[in-house]
């Protein structure tokens, strides 16, 4: 079946350092990938996603990339900010009449001052 | 547009108690979703729906049951809760020949002592 693995979190950065969340799938089509985020007390909100090989998904300064060679989808920032704690989720959906779609686990991430 | 909305945000039950969540989407999405988040689980997909008057069990089902009887509402009812349903629900939507992302809503807190 269909499976997300992110890094196990939580991820403790300062502010203005360089982040990688890691995120590889196993899908047994051809999947979209996705990036969400969860803010304290909130639901989850799309951040990113990209729909086909090689595209980029970009929003906020975040980034990812659809590598189907290594199977991955790393969410990066160059320079995080004390706003952007929060719990971040990769996810893919596949193609082709599938209603569900697989979440990883979820990653903290805790920016300090 | 309001999105996805869930009523309420916060309850307390009783085991053996029952209650209804309700959650609604004004953006004329065909598929909904219900999840449960739990500490160190990610997402778990309770059941879904596909369209009006259409049910379908998901990863964690039982205890719970739903219905949707119109296309904006998707509604959760637990019969008699336990302290194990003790989570945080979160619905949400996707329109069919739409982009393959959902729309959460904010989520509803359940504590059954």
């Known amino acids: 079946g269909d499976s997300v693995t992110q890094m196990e979190g939580p991820v403790t950065l300062s502010e203005e350092a360089f982040l990688t969340i890691n995120c590889t799938y196993t899908?047994?089509?051809?999947?979209?990938l996705f990036w969400y985020v969860q803010y304290p007390g909130e639901g989850l909100q799309l951040l990113l996603k990209?729909?086909?090989?090689?595209d980029k998904g970009s929003n906020k300064g975040f980034e990812a990339t659809y590598r189907k060679e290594t199977t991955s989808f790393h969410l990066e920032k160059g320079s995080v900010q004390v706003s952007d704690s929060a719990v971040y989720f990769c996810?893919?959906?596949?193609?082709?009449?599938?209603?569900?779609?697989?979440f990883g686990r979820g990653t903290s991430l805790i920016v300090h001052p | 547009n309001a999105g996805v909305t869930q009523t309420p945000k916060f309850r307390v039950l009783k085991t053996g108690q029952s209650m209804t969540l309700l959650c609604a989407q004004d953006?004329?999405?065909?598929?909904m979703y219900w999840y449960r988040q739990d500490p160190g689980m990610g997402l778990r997909l309770i059941h879904y729906?596909?369209?009006?008057?259409?049910?379908a069990k998901g990863e964690v089902p039982d205890g719970y049951n739903v219905s949707r009887l119109k296309k904006q509402n998707f509604l959760l009812g637990l019969e008699s809760a336990a302290p194990s349903q003790t989570s945080v629900y979160f619905c949400?939507?996707?329109?069919?020949?739409?982009?393959?992302?959902?729309?959460f809503g904010p989520g509803t807190r359940l504590t059954v002592t």
């Open positions: 953006m004329n999405h065909e598929y």
């Open positions: 949400a939507s996707r329109k069919l020949d739409g982009g393959p992302e959902q729309y």
């Open positions: 729906s596909v369209g009006e008057g259409t049910t």
């Open positions: 996810a893919l959906r596949v193609s082709g009449g599938s209603y569900i779609p697989t």
């Open positions: 899908a047994t089509g051809y999947p979209s």
């Open positions: 990209a729909t086909k090989a090689d």
